[in-house]
């Protein structure tokens, strides 16, 4: 089963598993033990990767990146999405205000992100190779 795992800048933590979003908050000294893992939602369709910067996810759902603020894994809310990619995405890193979307077997895609609710596409490159994931 495939994991994917990030940290938001207020020490949340998220974890997409088969399509199933799952957080963690950071539990303060004086409260007590909240049970950990809370199931906040799912997500339609196939995802296949997701990169965290600060208080954001990055995930591949189908042919689109969705932005979701996860600056609260209580409420967590979708911002904003790209334009259908011609092929699944694959995986998703992240660096600054750029997104570098794996879609398709040898595509990448770059995805300027400066704009959470407003990521589009700036970029593409075909490689004669698979990009399937960079880890």
């Known amino acids: ?3 994917l795992r990030g940290r938001s800048s207020a ?6 598993l088969s399509g199933w979003l799952w957080t963690a908050a950071p539990v303060p000294a004086q409260s007590p ?6 199931m906040v939602g799912q997500i339609g369709g ?6 965290v910067q600060g208080n954001y996810a990055y995930v591949g759902v189908g042919l689109r990146l969705v932005v979701l ?5 209580a409420a967590l809310r979708e911002l904003g999405l790209t334009a259908p990619f ?5 995986d998703v890193v992240v660096s600054g205000t750029r997104a570098y979307v794996a879609a398709g077997g040898s595509r990448l895609r ?8 407003r990521p589009v596409e700036i970029g593409a490159w075909d490689s004669i ?4 994931q960079h880890r």
């Open 129 to 132: 190779t698979t990009c399937w």
């Open 33 to 38: 033990p909240s049970g950990g893992w809370q």
């Open 11 to 16: 020490g949340a933590i998220a974890v997409l």
């Open 69 to 73: 603020d996860i600056s609260n894994p």
């Open 110 to 117: 770059v995805v300027d992100i400066s704009n959470p609710a």
């Open 86 to 90: 011609p092929h699944f995405v694959s």
């Open 1 to 3: 089963m495939n994991a």
């Open 46 to 51: 196939p995802t296949q990767g997701v990169a």
